[in-house]
């Protein structure tokens, strides 16, 4: 394998195992088997890889990450839509118990108005409502005559 300066697999692996060293502070003889692998890795043969491997691997991360934007867009998000289902229901169950509770309480107007007008005696005979302006005219308050005031002082 070519090593293309400090951006390489290699030297980023060593910095990332360097790294692990100091801050992992494994003991004795965690530190000389860490460093009898290393040793060991280190001596293996670079094993040989086609001259258009990385091309083959950037097609199969592409192809991997296009399946899973396709699995993602055409499954069920239960997690994003039982929230949202179990709002809108809350929410229809509420309309419909409003509208239940309007229509009693309309319900129960109209009877009592039906009530009151069928508690209403029938109306009275034509003949006793023959004099009825002139009752109307007896029971209004009378005006305060003013030439008959004038007169009388």
């Known amino acids: 394998m070519e090593n293309n300066g400090p951006y390489s697999t290699e030297s980023l692996w060593r910095r ?33 890889v086609p001259s258009n491997f990385k091309s083959r691997v950037m097609a199969a991360l592409e192809l991997e990450v296009e399946q899973a934007d ?17 709002f ?14 309007a229509t009693v309480s309309q319900r129960t107007a109209m009877v009592k108005n039906l009530a009151s007008v069928a508690s209403v005696r029938a109306l009275p005979n034509v003949d006793i409502l023959e004099n009825l302006d002139a009752i109307q005219r007896m029971s209004q308050s009378g005006r305060a005559d003013g030439e008959l005031l004038a007169v009388l002082q």
């Open 16 to 48: 990332n195992t360097s790294g692990l060293r100091s801050s992992a502070k494994p003991s004795a003889a965690g530190w000389e088997i860490e460093s009898q692998l290393t040793d060991a890795l280190t001596r293996l043969p670079d094993s040989a």
């Open 70 to 86: 396709r699995s993602r867009s055409w499954t069920w998000n239960w997690r994003w839509l039982m929230p949202r289902v179990a």
């Open 88 to 101: 809108a229901a809350a929410l229809f169950f509420i309309g419909l118990a409003l509208q239940h509770q």
